[in-house]
Antibody, heavy 123, light 106 residues
Framework: QVQLQESGPGLVKPSQTLSLTCSVSGGSISSGGYYWSWIRQPAGKGLEWIGRIYPSGSTNYNPSLKSRVTISADTPKNQFSLNLNSVTAADTAVYYC???????????????WGQGTMVTVSP | DIQMTQSPSSLSASIGDRVTITCRASQTLSKYLHWYQQKSGQAPRLLIYDVSTLKSGVPSRFSGSGSGTDFTLTISSLQPEDFATYYCQQSFSTPTFGPGTKVDIK
């Protein structure tokens, strides 16, 4: 059973870099067939996809965040990470990591999620 | 980006009611429309993918339908554990989610 667990600081100062790690158990992030994504949700609001990393190590980001986001992987540790720089209060949210699987029609679906971690941007 | 809208934004219903939630996309999605359920304080959970395919383990009272830009999630007989917020999501291009529909107790 694949499980994902986010970790990282719960408080980040404005203009600094938000850094989170997703630890994956029960499956390898470097094996084919899945992508690995970050998604966030401000309190009381909807979901925003941040970006993904492929087993090859290449990445794909939401254009609205692309200039500030880096997603990387540590395959020996079976982890992938999110760095979001120059944060403001608008980046305060619950951050989720998620596995992207593929349907029979080739559609990407977020089929397994971590429990989420709250990050507050405040002085 | 493909914009997603949902209606209603919230609804109140009773146990046993039939509930219908609508999702509309700003452009045609083919089969790339999926539904998630999120309970308070929890991560979203995939319910339905490819418009109408139920994820394994999801009760059969949930169903999805639609095509093109208009899609529907139906709960045939609402149960206590179904009170939650429901999101549609498209994967035709850069993933985007609808704003959610909160289902609460009447």
């Amino acid at each position: 059973q694949v499980q994902l667990q986010e970790s990282g600081p719960g408080l980040v100062k404005p203009s600094q870099t938000l850094s989170l790690t997703c630890s994956v158990s029960g499956g390898s992030i470097s094996s084919g067939g899945y992508y690995w994504s970050w998604i966030r949700q401000p309190a009381g609001k909807g979901l925003e996809w941040i970006g993904r990393i492929y087993p090859s190590g290449s990445t794909n980001y939401n254009p609205s965040l692309k200039s500030r986001v880096t997603i990387s992987a540590d395959t020996p540790k079976n982890q992938f990470s999110l760095n979001l720089n120059s944060v403001t209060a608008a980046d305060t949210a619950v951050y989720y990591c998620a596995r992207e699987g593929f349907s029979m029609f080739g559609a990407n679906v977020f089929d397994i999620w971590g429990q989420g971690t709250m990050v507050t941007v405040s002085p | 980006d493909i914009q997603m809208t949902q209606s209603p934004s919230s609804l109140s219903a009773s146990i046993g009611d039939r509930v219908t939630i609508t999702c509309r996309a700003s452009q045609t999605l083919s089969k790339y429309l999926h539904w998630y359920q999120q309970k308070s304080g929890q991560a979203p959970r995939l319910l339905i993918y490819d418009v109408s395919t139920l994820k394994s383990g999801v009760p059969s009272r949930f169903s999805g339908s639609g095509s093109g830009t208009d899609f529907t999630l139906t709960i045939s007989s609402l149960q206590p554990e179904d009170f939650a917020t429901y999101y549609c999501q498209q994967s035709f291009s850069t993933p985007t989610f609808g704003p959610g529909t909160k289902v609460d107790i009447k």
